[in-house]
């Protein structure tokens, strides 16, 4: 990962540090300490353990289980139709989940893919959701936790290695 002081993976380019001033050291510090500490492995260098404990906390996963606390919810003025309502009420919900937080709770083979999604805001290292699908504020927050759960569960298709069945095991010994 690190080369003469050159950090590079996946898009992201941090060299060591050329300029002494304190604003350039700190940048720097902040951006290694944010990705090195969610990210320190490629997604296929996971064990099959690393698999089957993440494919289990997968399973058991559900909207439920998601600490609302996780998420800063605010609230603003929603788009489209919908007559004065959408003039007057503010019924469009945006969750912020922070992800330090939010891959804390996380098992780590889904932290790459969860900071490749569209609803990852890199200024903030944020994932923002919105919804406004809704004329009620708690059905929109809902949608956004709704939101979230999907994302969570297509990165771990997306990564997690599917369970060997004993017929398929049962195959490769004859071969």
């Not at 064990?47 to 996963?61: C, G, Q, V």
């Not at 939010?102 to 889904?110: K, S, V």
């Not at 290695?161 to 071969?175: I, N, S």
């Amino acid at each position: 990962m690190f080369s003469n002081g050159i950090f590079v993976r996946r898009g992201f380019f941090i060299s060591s540090i050329i300029n002494t001033s304190s604003k350039t050291k700190l940048l720097t510090r902040v951006y290694l300490s944010t990705y090195t500490s969610t990210a320190s492995k490629l997604p296929d260098e996971f064990s099959e353990e690393d698999h089957i404990d993440a494919r289990n906390w997968l399973n058991r996963f559900n909207i439920d289980t998601i600490p609302r606390s996780l998420g800063h919810v605010s609230f603003s003025r929603s788009s489209g139709p919908g007559g004065q309502n959408v003039n007057k009420v503010n019924s469009k919900a945006t969750v912020r989940f922070r992800m330090s937080e939010l891959l804390a709770a996380t098992p780590a083979i889904l932290h790459s893919p969860l900071r490749a999604s569209k609803y990852f805001a890199g200024k903030s290292n944020s994932l923002v959701i919105q919804a406004d699908g809704s004329r009620r504020q708690a059905d929109n927050v809902q949608e956004c936790f709704q939101k979230l759960k999907l994302l969570i569960e297509s990165a771990g298709k997306s990564v997690i290695m599917g369970e060997t069945t004993p017929e398929k095991m049962a195959k490769v010994r004859q071969l």
